[in-house]
């Protein structure tokens, strides 16, 4: 991984920048199993043990993160790290590891986040689908404390709905029908809403918590079954792959949108299915 240029009879040690890239993405994608859509490195590393340097990176999805490089020896033996990064899976597996431990729910829970990853942008607040194997719903609450990508987490009940007062079916229908008008002619009334118009958190939070819709921003489940549609009728596994990162960004995007897109009920089974359906495209192209 050693490249010597020479000139003048001094001779520099520096290290081979293809070679150097190629490290860094495989050792990206088996660390995170995602794909870099960039790589930004120093274009001229001199050999030197214990040396530095930094390099940014893009994935496919969008997401921006670095990549910090020491030097192990003289020899291009080179040691690699990450930064600026949230390790999606990661946390999902130590929600479903310390939920078991600790009884945080009334059995296995299944975590459902959308991305493999995302910026670690301190303070920033993002929600996930939860649910046990007995079909308890729970709403996974995730605060990213650092640029480090730690995290903080909770598991949330949902708050229950509470009970409609005993009426006449014929009033209540009554009450209701004059109630779906009046939204009507107030929607009517107001110009569109703007599709990346982000969604007040607290009106998320309230509209989850009382399982009602939650009101404007990008439907993930639903941006997930167009392109299930689309990945298994690719001609190729290269434009699979390429609706694949497609689907990460834009999946990302519905979340900064709105942070309490996942914990919508159902999204999180629906994903999942688009996921494995893909997958088993997939897995026919190659």
């Not at 600026?84 to 600790?102: F, H, M, P, T």
């Not at 993002?126 to 194997?133: I, L, N, Q, V, Y």
């Amino acid at each position: 991984m050693i490249l010597v240029p020479c000139g003048f009879g001094a001779c520099t040690k520096t290290l081979d920048r293809a070679q150097v890239d190629a490290e860094l993405r495989a050792a990206f994608e088996q660390r995170y199993s995602v794909t870099l859509a960039s790589l930004d490195c120093p274009p001229r590393v001199e050999v030197k043990e214990g040396s530095r340097f930094a390099c940014r990176l893009r994935t496919d999805g969008g997401v921006l993160g670095e990549a910090v490089v020491s030097q192990r020896d003289d020899a291009g033996k080179l040691d690699v790290g990450f930064k600026g990064l949230v390790d999606i899976r990661a946390l999902e597996q130590e929600v479903r590891v310390v939920a078991a431990r600790d009884g945080l729910a009334d059995g296995p829970v299944t975590v459902t986040c959308g991305v493999p990853l995302r910026e670690a942008k301190a303070g920033a607040h993002f929600a996930c689908g939860a649910e046990t194997d007995k079909g308890s719903k729970r709403r996974l609450e995730v605060t990213i404390k650092d640029t480090d990508g730690n995290w903080g987490w909770s598991l949330v009940d949902p708050a229950p709905i509470a009970p409609r007062p005993p009426a006449d079916a014929a009033a209540r229908m009554a009450d209701e029908a004059k109630a779906m008008r009046s939204a009507g002619e107030e929607a009517a009334a107001k110009p569109p809403r703007s599709p990346t118009a982000p969604v007040d958190p607290a009106v998320a939070k309230a509209a989850i918590d009382a399982e009602q819709p939650v009101p404007g921003g990008p439907e993930p489940a639903g941006i997930t079954d167009d392109f299930t549609k689309r990945v298994c009728a690719a001609a190729s596994l290269a434009e699979a792959r390429d609706l694949m990162a497609r689907l990460d960004k834009q999946i990302l995007e519905a979340t900064k949108h709105n942070p309490y897109a996942f914990a919508v009920e159902g999204v999180g089974d629906r994903m999942r299915a688009a996921r494995a359906k893909m997958a088993a495209c997939m897995r026919g192209l190659e």
